[in-house]
């Protein structure tokens, strides 16, 4: 037995084997969604705050799920994903090209 199969019995005994079958990551178009989502309930939450701690808490949390989802769809425009994941009628410009 080699160094790295010893290091790698060490390792399942440590860590269990659930680390050697992780979750397949989730589409671009999905984390995309799931950053849509994050800054949408980002301005929810500075629309329902009035303390001023909390607004500019709640300014924060907004800018940075902004800068996030922006950036996902820059990213996500660069692999040529360009339709949303909503079905938008009449809209015929949103297909991927």
């Known amino acids: 037995m080699n160094i790295i199969e010893t290091l790698q019995k060490i390792q399942d005994y440590i860590y269990g084997s659930e680390h050697l079958d992780p979750k397949p990551l989730p589409s671009l178009s999905v984390v995309v969604e799931e950053a849509r989502q994050e800054w949408l309930n ?10 001023q701690d909390l607004v500019d808490h709640a300014v924060y949390l907004m800018q940075a799920a ?9 990213k996500a425009r660069q692999e040529g994903i360009v339709r949303s994941p909503y079905t938008f009628a009449g809209n015929e410009n949103d297909k991927k090209q």
């Open 42 to 51: 980002a301005q929810h939450y500075y629309n329902s705050v009035s303390d």
């Open 66 to 74: 902004e800068k996030k989802y922006v950036y996902l769809l820059k």
